[in-house]
C-alpha cells in the first residue's frame, strides 16, 4: 500500500520567515496530494491540493509544488504569520476513481515566533 | 451550505463495550470517509462509505464496521473496545466517489479505561 514520509517532523520561524514542509510517497498510481492544517482541538482543514497533472499550484501565500518523477510533493508558505502555527498533514490518494482512501503523512508541528 | 458533523464530541468507554460514532456529511456529498487519528499522529484511513455501500477500506479488524444511510450520514460501531482504540475518530465526507476534497468534521475523542 501507500506509504506517505514527512519532513520535518518540528519547524520553527520567526514571523514574516518562509517554511517549507516536504513529502515522499510510494505508490506511483496516487494522482491526488492534499495538504491539511490542524489546529489544537480541531478538524483538519483543507488549506491546499495539487493533481498530478499540475506541477505547482499557488494560492496566496501558500504554494504546493509535485515532482512526479521523484515521488515528492513540497508545501511553501511564505511571509509566516503567528496564526499559521498549527500541525500540518499531507496526504496522498487515487482522486479521480472511486476509491478515495487518503494516506496522510506524520504531521509537521509549525510553530511561527512573532 | 452545511458543514460536516459528527456525534457525540466526547465519550468515554470502558475495555469490551461496543460504541456507535454519527456523522453528517456536508450538503450535496455522497461518500463518508472514517479516519482514525492517535495522538500526535496523522490520520489514518478505516474505511468509505459511497452511496451506501463500502467503498474501501484500511488495515483495521472487523470488530470495526461502518454504515450509511439514504440521505447519506453514516455511523462507525467499534465492537470489543480496546485501550489502544481510544483516538480521536473523523470522518470526511466528499462529492461522488471520487473521495478526493475531503472535508473532515470535528471528530469524536474516544477514551477507552
Known amino acids: 500500500g501507500e506509504n506517505v514520509e514527512q519532513h520535518p517532523s518540528t519547524l520553527s520561524v520567526q514571523e514574516g520567515d518562509s517554511a517549507v514542509i516536504k513529502c515522499t510517497y510510494s505508490d506511483s498510481a496516487s494522482n491526488y496530494f492534499p495538504w491539511y492544517k490542524q489546529e489544537l482541538g480541531k478538524r483538519p482543514q483543507l488549506i491546499i491540493d495539487i493533481r498530478s497533472n499540475v506541477g505547482e499550484k499557488k494560492d496566496q501565500r501558500i504554494a504546493v509544488t509535485l515532482n512526479k518523477t521523484a515521488k515528492h510533493f513540497s508545501l511553501h508558505i511564505t511571509e509566516t504569520q503567528p496564526e499559521d502555527s498549527a500541525v500540518y498533514f499531507c496526504?496522498?490518494?487515487?482522486?479521480?476513481?472511486?476509491?478515495?482512501?487518503?494516506?496522510f503523512g506524520q504531521g509537521t508541528i509549525l510553530t511561527v515566533h512573532p | 451550505e452545511t458543514g460536516v458533523t459528527q456525534s457525540p464530541t466526547h465519550l468515554i468507554k470502558t475495555r469490551g463495550q461496543q460504541v456507535t460514532l454519527r456523522c453528517s456529511s456536508q450538503s450535496g456529498h455522497n461518500t463518508v470517509s472514517w479516519y482514525q487519528q492517535a495522538l500526535g499522529q496523522g490520520p489514518q484511513f478505516i474505511f468509505q462509505y459511497y452511496r451506501e455501500e463500502e467503498n474501501g477500506r484500511g488495515n483495521f479488524p472487523p470488530r470495526f464496521s461502518g454504515l450509511q444511510f439514504p440521505n447519506y450520514s453514516s455511523e462507525l460501531n467499534v465492537n470489543a473496545l480496546e485501550l489502544d482504540d481510544s483516538a480521536l475518530y473523523l470522518c470526511a465526507s466528499s462529492l461522488g466517489g471520487l473521495g478526493e476534497t475531503q472535508y473532515f468534521g470535528p471528530g469524536t475523542r474516544l477514551l477507552v479505561l
Open positions: 496526504a496522498a490518494g487515487y482522486g479521480g476513481t472511486s476509491y478515495g482512501k487518503l494516506t
